[in-house]
């Protein structure tokens, strides 16, 4: 939901919204953890990642970046988070367990 600076839960049951979590400005990807208890969220207007606790459904972490994310990916070991811009050939790297860049 980039222009709500939003992610919907769908219930993929009902195929319906079952809540909305606010997020950064204009939200563009979207990662999953491997185990499904993080989703991180690229916000390019806002220069952020929003780590959300997949259980509560509620954002527990931000991260701060310099340059715009557009996008993520998990390492297949699922301890870092890869992460590329908008501006220019940034690639930043994010260790999940440590939470630090």
């Not at 769908?10 to 990807?29: E, F, H, K, L, R």
């Amino acid at each position: 939901n980039k222009n709500s600076n939003t992610i919907s839960v769908i219930d993929v049951a009902t195929q319906t919204v079952s809540t909305t979590i606010p997020v950064g400005n204009a939200p563009v990807d979207v990662e999953v953890s491997r185990d499904g208890t993080k989703v991180y969220v690229a916000n390019s207007v806002s220069n952020t990642i929003s780590v959300i606790n997949a259980n509560t459904n509620t954002v527990s972490n931000t991260i701060n970046l310099a340059n715009q994310p557009k996008y993520l990916e998990l390492h297949p070991g699922g301890n870092k988070l890869y992460i590329s811009t908008n501006v220019g050939i940034t690639i930043a790297k994010y260790n999940q367990q440590y939470h630090s860049k």
